[in-house]
């Protein structure tokens, strides 16, 4: 006597699920999550404040500093002057990962500690502790 195999959702829902998880940790997945956040981001599209400005390091502001890499305390300067100016949140797009001098550190950590939370550092920085050309 034979038996009749009648297959269930409980053996393919695990494969399906491994499949789905590893096409997401592969990257294969990112173009549609990328499509899925613009879209709900232009379903809450806002006018701007204004409250946050946005700091980085282009050609004309490096040959006005003329020195690269930048020096910590020429930022401490930049964030004390929109602090000063009323700017809500200050996000600094740039690279620390050259190595530093204490008087620049200490400088750019008193204004840090002054904006009270009100500056986002970047984060990852590669290469750090070793010098590196300035952007393009």
């Known amino acids: 006597m034979r038996r009749s195999h009648t297959y269930s959702g409980h053996i393919w829902l695990p494969l399906i699920l491994v499949f789905v998880l590893w096409t997401d940790w592969s990257g294969r997945l990112d173009g549609l999550k990328n499509l899925v956040i613009e879209q709900r981001m ?32 020429k930022t401490a ?17 740039l690279d620390f990962s050259s190595v530093s001098n204490p008087e620049d550190d200490l400088a750019l950590s008193r204004v840090l500690e002054a ?12 290469n750090f502790g070793t010098a590196r050309e300035p952007p393009v």
């Open 115 to 126: 904006a009270d939370g009100g500056v986002i550092l970047p984060v990852g920085t590669r």
């Open 77 to 93: 300067e930049i964030v004390e002057r929109l602090l000063g100016s009323g700017a809500g949140s200050i996000v600094l797009d």
């Open 42 to 73: 232009a379903m809450r599209e806002r006018a701007a404040t204004g409250d946050i400005i946005h700091v980085k390091i282009d050609g004309k502001s490096l040959d006005q500093v003329g020195v690269w890499p930048w020096p910590r305390s």
